[in-house]
């Protein structure tokens, strides 16, 4: 209805309708996972904790929407080569953005995607607030999600290649607007 899936699918994303996404029991060894900062992006911008707010905070967030979207996409590369991977996240981010710009004039809309929030150079965290809220993309680990159990449930595996890293991004829709 939005047209937002079939631009997806010709950008080369698979894109499958969900439940909505709840936060995990599992969701407080995400968070120490979190805070362990391996991927240097902990506490940097408003998209990954502590400045997404609390599980609860993301609780109701997700409870605010009534439709979920997976958007995947294998991208053939060292996931080892950092330039590479911010690359590939950098065009799941710039695609679902697109996307959920196609949705917001008719729906709330909002994009949980892999690792935090990256669409200024350098993020007003945590001195002021967020420039562009509409364009803001949260981390779907810092929501607590359990992105093993969601693929579970639609036949799909969680997998760790040598030569290829498989990404996601959850586009979640509230209600129509009338
Ligand atoms: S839109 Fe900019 S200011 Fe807002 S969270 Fe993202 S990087 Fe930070």
Redesign the pocket.
Known sequence: MYGFEDRLREEGFEVIEIEVPVVSPKAKDYRALCEKNDCKEYGT???CPP?VGTLEECAETLNSYHEAFLVIKRYVLDPKNAKDMKRAKDDLGDSSRRAADMIRPSAPVKVLSDG?????G????PG?A????L???DSISGYGIDMEELLKKIGRKFAFEDCAATLNSIILIGKTRK
């Not at 935090?116 to 200024?120: E, Q, T």
């Not at 967020?130 to 809220?133: D, E, G, L, V």
Request: with cysteine; net charge positive; proline share 5%.
């Open positions: 911008n408003w998209g400045g935090g929030c990256r669409y200024c350098v993020c007003t965290y002021g967020c420039r562009y809220p364009q803001r993309t």
